[in-house]
């Protein structure tokens, strides 16, 4: 089977527009979790959330290209040019034969429909742009980078709540391993920050009031992000070939079903899918340094993960570093992935550990070494990303350092 | 108007969303003993929200595992409207 590796990495997120930018604000510990500007939330239990600053889609796209663009495209297609320029890739006709675009999303254009819902519903509106369909698809962003660069191979959206972004990325891996396709672009990307969408979120009660504070005693909940990350994947003989910068490998991935409750996760099944990427990655649990954990600051899944965590890797998760980098750019739901699996990757690129921000105080129930607040430099050999859904569908990447 | 009692209308609340006759409903009765997990805690008390037209904070949420705390909880919002999320934040008249 063919290794596979990362060589372009694209990032919008709230703590950066692009992946250098994203990784300052990561290792410097600074949060983009503040008051939600994009619309009034004075009357949420919640008024905070991770939001995209910055950010003018007419710096990247036209008119026309906007009129067709619910905000989760414009990141995940942002992230992907990005990805892209950084790899350094020329697609010829052979290679856009053989190149994919596997996303990942949760909701979708629902910014979109939430916007159409609104007229028509509060305002009375009978008449609608008749792009909301196309724009409003899942499968939206796969859609527009296929075409925009002109890729035929395997082409698809994952959506399975948080770890959609996972699922796909895993897919997009596999697909390259077994030698379906030889490149992929993919990652995942989230636009939630819409009244209707807070309002369910709000009726769930998971969401904290002030922010998100993974693994401390004190954490009340998560926090809304928003944006999206992509990556180009291709087989290390294919980046060799062309003398590209590979950031990382990605070495295993696993998956499994608690098969349990909707909202209620399961040690068992978070195990078992780190157990399987593990395996699928041929990597001993004591090669591992870093977790980049699912770790949404709620109460029901940071002890569940720490169990999850021991139980697989036993007395070696003394060794391990953990952090969940959510405390700085949110819960990005189906972009959460590929947003985790950005900070991993660049972990390995420059020796450094991102940090748990917010941390405040050790919870006997997270018995881990959750990196406080501040980055750590640690030369890993191996690392690995969770991300455990609502539904109880669990999407484990395992990484390994790429030694030339 | 009816004439019931806040106790009461959590009752009739709780028999309906159990498919149970309001007698089998005690005071002392817990979510647990009625086979509520958190989520369906969750949708027990929108019900109770809809019947009281309230909003139950979330740190309210907490402290409502039994029929006696949910009557404590509703009578308590309801004698304190400004202690309700949504009517703190909307000007009063």
Known sequence: MKKVVITGVGVVSAIGNNAADFWASLIAGRSGIGPIEKLDASTLRFQNAAEVKNFDPTLHFDDKSLLWLDPFSLYGIVAAREAIKDSGIVFDDDLRDRSGVITGSCLGGKMTEDELYHKLYAEGKQRHQPIAIPRAMSNAVASHVSMEFGLTGATFTTSTACSSANHAIGQAFWLIRQGTIDLAVTGGSEAPICFGNLKAWEAMRVVAPDTCRPFSKDRSGMILGEGGAMFVMESLDSAKARGAKIYAEIAGFGMSADAHHLTMPLVNGAAKAMRLALEDGGLAPEQVGYINAHGTATPANDPMESAAIRKVFGGHADNIAVSSTKSMHGHTLGAAGAIEAAATMLAFDQNTLPPNANFNEADPECDLDVIANRARPAEIEAAVSNSFAFGGLNAVLAFRRYQR | ?93
């Open chain 2, 1 to 93: 108007m009816s004439e019931e009692s806040v106790a009461e209308r959590v009752v009739g609340v709780f028999a309906k969303f159990k498919k149970m006759p309001p007698e089998d409903v005690k005071m002392d009765t817990t979510f647990e003993e009625l086979g509520l997990d958190s989520l369906d805690g969750l949708n027990l008390i929108f019900e109770l929200e809809e019947e009281f037209d309230i909003m139950v904070p979330d740190d309210r949420v907490q402290s409502m595992k039994s029929v006696a705390e949910v009557v404590e909880g509703v009578e308590y919002l309801l004698a304190h409207p400004e202690e309700q999320p949504n009517n703190a934040a909307r000007p009063t008249a």
